[in-house]
């Protein structure tokens, strides 16, 4: 039997972010990835025209996909791309959702309003350094996910993100502009540019490291914490609380979710 090649889908309100995973043996290895802007106006045959000359780009053809598995927070999108799936590959996608196994019990008191991306990182979390573990996810929502030493999603927090912080800012503060998300040559500001950077840099890494002060009373005082997202190195180098930066967290955590529903 041939061995699984697996495409891994996650849809998040900014970016959708893909990845292959060859295998030999019972594990994937993570060999191409891709970061697209999600387009909720897309249509299934625009997306299949993307998704091919991504792979032809990388020499992969797409007859070579045994296997999909995709999250997603825009519950509109999920049929285009398993129409995407359906065309180019032949193949059904597996959705994470209810009925998928993920070996970890969800102690929300909804379980069915955590986000697919948060459980898909808690899981890769816990498998790849167990508990108990906070991952903090940049992404177009900053979210902490607790991860008890047995293995248990506990919940977090959810606080707005640093690219709709800026956004928010912007468009309300009409002597303010646009500025790179860079460090400032000092905390103190001496050009608005500077003081915009300061606060976007320094604030979010105070932020993250006040939310683990305040986290760990509750989830243990040995809590690892990790951070992924497209920001996750910047902050990681101003904050004292973030001990690892793991760039695919959520595509390792998909990964890790097929293998145990296979």
Known sequence: MNE?????IDI???????????????????????????HREQTSDELAIVIR???????????????????????????????VSSKLFDRPTHVVGPGMRTGMPVRYENPHEVGADRIVNAVAAFETYG?????????????FD??????????????????????????????LHRVEFARPKSVIGKTTTGALQSGLLYGYA?????MVERIRPELGSDARVIATGGLARQIAGESTAIEEVVPFLTLEGLRILFEKNR
């Open 53 to 83: 000359a991504l792979f032809e780009h990388e020499k992969r053809g797409v007859g070579e996909i045994t296997d999909v598995i995709l999250s997603s927070v825009v519950p509109p999108i999920v049929p285009i791309w398993e129409r």
């Open 146 to 175: 607790c991860i008890s030493r047995e293995g248990e999603y506990l919940g977090g927090v959810i606080c707005p993100g640093i690219h709709i912080s800026m956004e928010a800012l912007f468009e309300h503060a009409s002597k």
């Open 12 to 38: 998040g309100n900014s970016n959708v972010s893909l990845g292959i995973f060859d295998y030999s043996g019972d594990r994937g290895t993570l060999t191409h990835h891709w970061r697209l802007s999600t």
């Open 206 to 210: 105070g932020l993250v490291d006040s």
């Open 4 to 8: 699984p090649i697996l495409l891994v």
């Open 131 to 143: 508990g108990p573990i906070i991952a903090v996810d940049f992404g177009t929502a900053t979210t």
